[in-house]
């Protein structure tokens, strides 16, 4: 079976070994990038502690990692679905390493503010490409798609794991430890690039025909969807320690477990919607998400609890993975666009809502927080009843060499 005829085909049914020697390569990529993602905010504090910052500008620096990783997206997307720039996504991870890494090197806010907004351009670099090609190998399948965007999960969880004991005991500067994995993983997938044949990506690109309509439905959905992964993120550790009594560790460990379960339950849902369908997939997430928030909320042990947080976390990323390639079905004259509105623009969203849930957790504690975050699945449930699934029209004849060339010429 040729690329051309993989790139195509109806969807792949299970998880064979096959879709992860496909994908091995850019979920290990994803995986790096968004590593950078979690040590921005694992850097934050020692910022603060180390250099003095005061809060409004330990939350500047978040907000220059949100920016840069977020705005650039959709532009960087119409860049990647008009020419293959095979260069991006390479220097987009080494720009993630570098920014973030010279960050604790230097002294001054502003050239702080600088790198990590450049870490986070980096970032946005990587996603719409890469997402592009991510789909071309995947060969139509959910569950191959689902190992590509885990590894997000993974690096994104990964990264205050590994940054927060060099930091603790060689300080802010130990960011620089990290500036080398980004730069050796650009230096392969430049090379994974030189390698790989790459004259199917126009056919990707330019085959199907667009429905904005349901792709601006599925990125209202996303947006709902990231309002509470951020809003979890932010308060579950609060909780734990405020109102379960738990201490400081036991907060970490929680945390820990809601994004680990969200990795499972990234891998869960490609295998799911190759069996059910996507938009099934989407809507089974989404309803599912209200029993487990309360769920976890009616628990008043700080022990028993813990599991319930795994459960959270696995059950509200099941469609993480899906909508990523729904939506490059909904545009798939654009798939790089597509990627980069649903893994950047779109999940970046939720942290737009953080100081309105903020002032909520200010009169009423992480608690009333979490209560909110627990009713928004139901604006999810409504949005998605919007979401269909794809029309996949017939493949064209393949060309021949000399209409092929004709084309191009």
Same mark, same amino acid.
């Given at each position: 079976m040729t690329s051309t005829q993989e790139t195509t085909r109806p969807r792949d049914i299970g998880g064979s070994p096959g879709h992860w020697r496909r994908m091995r390569m850019w979920a290990t990529a994803h995986a790096v990038d968004d590593f950078y993602q979690g040590l921005v905010p694992a850097a934050v504090p020692y910022f603060v502690l180390e250099r003095h910052f005061g809060y409004v500008e330990a939350s500047g620096l978040a907000l220059a990692a949100t920016l840069g990783g977020a705005l650039p997206q959709?532009?960087?997307?119409?860049?990647?679905?008009?020419?293959?720039?095979?260069?991006?996504?390479?220097?987009?991870?080494?720009? @993630?390493?570098?920014? @973030?890494?010279?960050?604790?090197?230097?002294?001054?806010?502003?050239?702080?503010?600088?790198?990590?907004?450049? @870490?986070?351009?980096?970032?946005?670099?990587?996603?719409?490409?890469?997402?592009?090609?991510?789909?071309? @190998?995947?060969?139509?399948?959910?569950?191959?798609?689902?190992?590509?965007?885990?590894?997000?999960?993974?690096?994104?969880?990964?990264?205050?794991?590994?940054?927060?004991?060099?930091?603790?005991?060689?300080?802010?500067?130990?960011?620089?430890?990290?500036?080398?994995?980004?730069?050796?993983?650009?230096?392969?997938?430049?090379?994974?690039?030189?390698?790989?044949?790459?004259?199917?990506?126009?056919?990707v690109r330019r085959h199907g025909t667009d429905q904005p309509g349901r792709f601006a439905a599925l990125t209202s959905v996303e947006i709902v969807r990231s309002t509470i992964s951020t809003g979890v993120n932010t308060f579950i550790s609060l909780y734990w320690i405020r109102h379960l009594g738990a201490g400081s560790g036991l907060g970490g460990t929680a945390l820990t477990l809601e994004l680990g379960g969200g990795v499972l339950g990234t891998l869960l849902g490609g295998r799911l919607a190759d069996r059910i369908g996507m938009v099934r997939t989407v809507q089974l997430g989404n309803a599912a998400m209200l029993p487990a928030l309360w769920l976890m909320l009616a628990c008043d042990d700080k022990y028993a609890a813990l599991p319930l947080a795994l459960l959270v976390g696995l059950i509200s990323n099941i469609p993480f993975a899906v909508l990523i390639k729904l939506g490059q079905d909904y545009l798939p004259s654009r798939p790089g666009t597509a990627a980069g509105v649903t893994l950047g623009l779109a999940m970046s969203a939720g942290g737009l809502f953080m100081p309105l849930l903020g002032v909520v957790a200010g009169h009423y504690g992480p608690r009333g927080a979490l209560t909110v975050l627990a009713t928004v699945p139901v604006i999810a449930i409504l949005l998605s009843t919007a979401l269909r699934e794809p029309v996949h029209e017939p493949e064209p004849p393949r060309a021949t060499p000399s209409t092929t060339h004709d084309r191009h010429r």
């Open positions: 959709v532009p960087i997307g119409l860049l990647a679905d008009r020419h293959r720039l095979r260069w991006m996504s390479p220097l987009g991870i080494s720009l @993630a390493g570098i920014g @973030a890494g010279l960050s604790g090197l230097v002294p001054a806010y502003p050239l702080v503010f600088a790198l990590l907004l450049t @870490a986070g351009v980096g970032i946005a670099m990587f996603h719409p490409p890469a997402g592009r090609d991510a789909r071309r @190998a995947a060969g139509g399948s959910a569950t191959a798609m689902s190992y590509f965007a885990a590894g997000g999960s993974v690096g994104f969880f990964v990264g205050p794991a590994l940054a927060t004991p060099a930091l603790d005991t060689l300080g802010i500067g130990a960011t620089a430890l990290f500036i080398p994995p980004a730069v050796l993983m650009g230096l392969v997938l430049l090379r994974h690039h030189d390698r790989t044949p790459g004259a199917t990506a126009e056919k």
